[in-house]
């Protein structure tokens, strides 16, 4: 019937491409139009903690007058110097008591001369006792609980509980204080970034959260707790830094949920499923794992679905 059967095909064949050509680029220009209009957000890292601190001593013993040990008479070690555990720092000494020692001794001396000296043995006895107690309490050594080095405020404190002397222990950290809303955020061996007013620039590590709150830094409706941070050695004690913690969180709406741990992300003009690690905080989900500063994260993605 047909002359040329192979022409036919042929032509079959191409009007068969054409039509597959025309469905792809339709399919292709509704795909691309519908990802283009789609509303989207651009992920971004949250604001990172700042806070101040200053450089100290790990470990600090304090010294306060007491007025009830007398005054302060001799002092083992000097400003600067090293001092060892359990070594003498300074010494009391009791004038009130050295009067009634030789209020004592006369009474003493009056018994031991008084001709019917027998009569008084129970007295004689009891003011012995009594001497030997005063006498404790003449002198009075203060030793040092840590190894450290010695920082002497005043060598001759007068006023009640007056700071005068201080032991610091060789090894140094940085102390803060970190409000209640951003205790969350750190954690045990968290890289920080750390600078001084004259622009030096060192890492650090988080070595310490406290559990409870300073009742000295804390304010009525907000909490403050200490931090400890790694620092470098040399920097003088008194030294303030500011600290600054990348969070590495990303905040976005709670509307970029697709399902239950997952966001859609669109890249080159395609939507791909992303598994996420969050938490819900004020409607808005925190990203910590799964996405990246930069990537486009699809709005209300449970209107579209993927193949």
Same mark, same amino acid.
Not at 277 to 280: A, I, L, P, T
């Given at each position: 019937m047909f002359k040329h059967p192979w022409l036919i095909a042929l032509i079959l064949l191409l009007l068969l491409s054409a039509t597959a050509v025309g469905l792809y680029a339709a399919f292709r220009h509704y795909t @691309?139009?519908? *990802?283009?209009?789609? #509303? *989207?957000y651009t992920a971004t890292y949250n604001r990172p903690i700042q806070f101040s601190g200053i450089q100290s001593a790990e470990t600090t013993q304090s010294f306060y007058y007491d007025a009830r040990m007398g005054s302060i008479h001799d002092w083992y070690s000097a400003e600067g110097k090293m001092i060892k555990k359990d070594q003498p720092l300074f010494e009391y000494y009791n004038k009130i008591l050295e009067q009634q020692l030789t209020a004592v001794r006369k009474h003493l001396n009056t018994l031991d001369s008084h001709q019917h000296r027998q009569n008084f043995l129970n007295m004689h006895t009891y003011l012995e006792q009594e001497y030997d107690r005063i006498q404790l309490g003449l002198r009075t050594q203060v030793f040092s609980m840590s190894e450290g080095i010695v920082h002497i405020i005043d060598k001759h404190p007068s006023k009640k509980n007056q700071l005068f002397a201080q032991i610091h222990s060789s090894k140094r950290i940085i102390k803060a204080y970190i409000s209640e809303t951003e205790l969350k955020q750190l #954690?045990?061996?968290?890289?920080? !970034?750390?600078? *001084?007013k004259t622009t030096e620039q060192f890492k650090g590590k988080i070595l310490s959260i406290s559990h409870y709150p300073d009742v000295t830094k804390s304010e009525t409706n907000k909490s403050y707790y200490e931090v400890q941070i790694s620092t470098n050695g040399v920097i003088p004690v008194g030294t &303030?830094?500011?600290i600054t913690i990348p969070t590495h @969180?990303?905040? @976005?709406? #709670? /509307?970029? @949920? $697709? /399902?239950k741990n997952a966001i859609l992300i669109k890249r080159n003009e395609q939507m791909v499923k992303r598994i996420i #690690? $969050? &938490? !819900?905080k004020s409607g808005m989900v925190i990203i910590s794992e799964g996405l990246l500063p930069g990537e486009k994260v699809i709005a209300q993605p449970k209107n579209f679905t993927l193949n």
């Open positions: @691309l139009q519908a *990802t283009q209009n789609v #509303k *989207t #954690k045990l061996n968290q890289s920080v !970034e750390i600078k *001084t &303030h830094f500011q @969180l990303i905040a @976005l709406p #709670k /509307d970029v @949920l $697709y /399902d #690690k $969050y &938490h !819900e």
